[in-house]
């Protein structure tokens, strides 16, 4: 009898503690189809888990089809954000042709440091001339966020990379209509211009935005050789999806 009681006891702090869970914590998952020129690539998948005071950003990306035959690659890059939106930790793992790889960041945003591991052990402690910074998965998130007015108008990220603080300017070029899941939308086209080389889309120092209902609807990195772009296909429409 004394263990039946414990189990119904049991069971109902879990039920408790899952629908506190649910109340408390908000999650969305969106899906984007990535290109190189007009050949299917791979996806990614941004996922933003909101609870009220952190929200915790998953970006998984993968190569699909012909390219995977000549580039297996696979990456999980886990960001946990302080209440200012900036990252308290971030863990990139990565598996590129069978080498995996295992980075890990720790941010000290009240003193400007930045504590880096790889593969579990400690590589660096880096202090920064310039402070708080985003990493480039929390300012892909915030650009998601950005209000800009008119076209010129432009805002500065500073993003830790390359073992210091780096400029990263997003600036509104103009507005322009895009075809969407949802079909034509009107966007605003963004110019992001790195002062380092992105570890997001490897070898590209620019890329364009495509922002609307604060969201990324479309993103694409120039590489040497063409372009890759990723489309947002999971867009929330107006009476559903068209």
């Not at 952190?54 to 990306?61: D, E, F, G, P, Q």
């Amino acid at each position: 009898m004394k263990n039946l009681r414990l189990l119904i006891i049991s069971l109902f702090l879990i039920f408790i503690g899952s629908v506190c869970l649910t109340h408390a914590a908000e999650k969305k998952t969106y899906h984007y189809k990535v290109n190189w020129l007009a050949i299917p690539a791979g996806q990614i998948e941004l996922t933003v888990i909101k609870s009220s005071r952190r929200t915790k950003l998953i970006a998984k990306a993968w190569t699909t089809g012909f390219v995977r035959m000549l580039l297996p690659f696979e990456s999980t890059w886990t960001t946990w954000l302080d209440e200012n939106g900036y990252p308290r930790r971030s863990r990139i793992y990565r598996v590129e042709r069978g080498k995996a790889v295992l980075k890990e960041f720790i941010y000290d945003q009240k003193n400007g440091k930045v504590i880096r591991y790889k593969n579990g052990h400690k590589e660096k402690e880096v202090k920064l001339k310039h402070y708080p910074v985003h990493d480039e998965l929390s300012a892909f998130y915030a650009s998601m966020n950005t209000v800009m007015k008119k076209p010129g108008d432009e805002k500065i990220f500073w993003i830790f990379a390359k073992n210091k603080a780096n400029q990263a300017r997003l600036k509104y070029l103009k507005n322009e209509n895009i075809r969407t899941p949802c079909g034509r939308m009107k966007t605003q086209k963004m110019q992001v211009t790195f002062g380092f080389q992105s570890e997001l889309i490897e070898r590209s120092k620019k890329v364009y935005l495509w922002l609307a209902q604060k969201l990324v609807i479309k993103a694409q990195g120039e590489l040497t050789l063409g372009h890759v772009t990723a489309d947002l296909t999971n867009l929330p429409c107006k009476g559903g999806n068209k």
